[in-house]
Every structure is written in structure tokens, then in C-alpha cells.
């Protein structure tokens, strides 16, 4: 099996085995609310403490983590130590592309984001799902055009979801 294929289950599987506080951001998010973003990659804000990059680092090492794009002989030692020194980390796992933000673009952090955020079932797990305002608010700070495309989107997915709850 190809370590590039896309297996969001094993990701969230061993996200939650070892108990990392995330909440799900990025296109897979986007789907959760219903948007039709197609993504072969799982997006996370992580949270920063010493413990949750402990449990991140192994969770990380399990997926058989490396960095995306760098070739496989340059050094890079995953544990809680550099997971601190850096805030975002672009990785390929036998999961597919995972992809970790301490601080993604227009937010605060995992705190803000996890209090706005909403448990969602997925993969067949409780997964805390940024709320669609925070996650239009990040696209739009992006500004790429796939993002501000996302943005619009999502716009329209979260006024079909409030006339439905009217």
C-alpha cells in the first residue's frame, strides 16, 4: 500500500487513540457542513501544551510521520521538542497528507478555535469540527483563490444551514 493514499480513518483513528486535543479544520471540515470540497488531506489545529505535543509526537511517529516535500535523508527529530519550536508542520503518513497548525491564519489558536468548535461524528469518532464561521474566517485570511473560492462556498452552505434551523 501506497503511504501517499489517502486514509482519513486510520489518521483520526490513531489521532484519537492517543488522545491528541485537535479540533478538524481544511477541507474535510468544509464537508462536514455539507460544502462538496474534495480534499485528500486532513487539516488540524493542535493544541500547544507539553502534553498534547507529547501524545501529538507519538501519534505522528505511529502514522510513520515524515515531512512533506524534504528529502527522506535530511534530519528531523519528531518529538514534543521540535513539534514546540514550530507551529505549522506539512507531513506524509501511511494516512496521506496530515497537515498540523498551532496557529492557522486568521485565528487565535487552538483555545478560541475549540471553544466556537462543534463534535461532530466522524470516521466513527467524536471529532471536535471548527465552527463554520471560524473556518470561512480562515479561508478568507488565506486569500488564495481556492480559499476565498472555499470562502464562498461555505458562505452559501452556512445560510442554507441557518434556514434550516429556523
Given at each position: 500500500m501506497s503511504d501517499t493514499e489517502f486514509r482519513p480513518r486510520l489518521a483520526i483513528d490513531v489521532l484519537v487513540k492517543h488522545d491528541v486535543k485537535f479540533v478538524l479544520i481544511g477541507g474535510m471540515s468544509a464537508r462536514a457542513y455539507g460544502s462538496a470540497r474534495i480534499t485528500n488531506d486532513i487539516d488540524i489545529c493542535y493544541a500547544r501544551d507539553d502534553g498534547n505535543l507529547k501524545r501529538l509526537a507519538a501519534a505522528l511517529r505511529d502514522l510513520g510521520a515524515r515531512l512533506r516535500g524534504a528529502p527522506r535523508?535530511?534530519?528531523?527529530?519528531?518529538?514534543?521538542?521540535?513539534?514546540?519550536?514550530?507551529?505549522?508542520?506539512?507531513?506524509?503518513?501511511?494516512?496521506?497528507?496530515?497537515?498540523?497548525?498551532?496557529?492557522?491564519?486568521?485565528?487565535?489558536?487552538?483555545?478560541?478555535?475549540d471553544r466556537n468548535a462543534t463534535t461532530m461524528r466522524i470516521l466513527n469518532h467524536d471529532v471536535r469540527v471548527v465552527s463554520i464561521d471560524d473556518l470561512i474566517q480562515m479561508k478568507l485570511a488565506a486569500g488564495r483563490l481556492k480559499d476565498l473560492a472555499d470562502a464562498d462556498d461555505l458562505t452559501a452552505v452556512r445560510e442554507v444551514i441557518r434556514e434550516e434551523q429556523e
Open positions: 535523508d535530511v534530519p528531523f527529530v519528531l518529538d514534543a521538542k521540535t513539534l514546540k519550536a514550530g507551529d505549522h508542520f506539512t507531513f506524509i503518513t501511511k494516512a496521506g497528507g496530515l497537515d498540523i497548525l498551532g496557529t492557522p491564519s486568521g485565528s487565535s489558536g487552538f483555545e478560541a478555535m
